[in-house]
């Protein structure tokens, strides 16, 4: 791990840590712990799980007062899971920040979705340690708040870009996504392309980043279903 590619992910996640320390910790994984003197991530991840799970409980019992607990529960599920915490992980550079040991880093941890879920779960653990709960909660609404809006429309359906990775994984590939802007800043357009390798599966639009990144992995589905 280098300076810079901890530094990116603080960037990415929207926090300057004033303890720098719980943010190396939150990156180190237990075979890296079993190789130096130094504690791994998993004590961090059991409390950044917890306040993740407390987070977005309290933004769907605010932002929806009439919907029923097995519905809540639904949209819970479908927005704290291992393929989206990697994918939030990736989003925020993780990969690059891990400390792994060198078994792990010959078998690919860098890539696991598992590795990639459990950090994003304990660098909120040090960020409501850094900061305290009101921060955490900030830092966990900027990334999660559309989604939970979204999968609140329909709580029972996975999203296309889960729904497109789950199925890419099987392959042991992954997407991505290259998303351009257009327009004045009070009517912007997003065009979206998913690529995978250098092959570009499907393209759309929308008034979000993410709303165009739906769209582009939607059209990548039916372009492989069909």
């Known amino acids: 791990m280098t300076e810079d590619a901890l530094e990116a992910v603080a960037a990415a996640m929207g926090h300057t840590f004033a303890e720098r320390a719980l943010a190396v910790t939150a990156t180190v994984h237990r075979s890296y712990e079993a190789e130096h003197d130094t504690e791994s991530y998993e004590r961090l991840e059991f409390l950044g799980d917890a306040v993740l799970q407390l987070v977005v409980t309290h933004f769907l019992f605010d932002r929806y007062p009439d919907l029923p607990e097995g519905e809540l529960a639904k949209v819970r599920a479908a927005v704290v899971n291992e393929t989206v915490l990697a994918g939030v992980g990736h989003d925020w550079g993780v ?14 941890g860098r890539s696991k979705s598992s590795i990639l879920s459990d950090v994003v779960e304990s660098l ?3 960020v409501y340690l850094d900061a305290g709960y009101p921060v955490a909660r900030e830092v966990i609404e900027a990334h999660w708040a559309e989604l939970i809006v979204e999968r609140a429309a329909s709580p029972g359906m996975r999203d296309y870009k889960t729904r497109l990775q789950e199925q890419l994984a099987q392959e042991g590939r992954r997407p991505k996504y290259i998303v351009e802007e257009r327009g004045p800043e009070h009517s912007k357009v997003f065009s979206a392309a998913v690529v995978v390798d250098t092959d570009v599966l499907g393209e759309g639009e929308g008034t979000s980043k993410k709303r ?7 059209a990548a589905l039916s372009a492989i279903d069909g």
């Open 212 to 218: 165009a990144e739906q769209a582009a992995a939607a």
């Open 95 to 108: 990969p690059d920040a891990l400390l792994l040991g060198r078994g792990e880093e010959m078998t690919g």
């Open 124 to 126: 909120l653990g040090a």
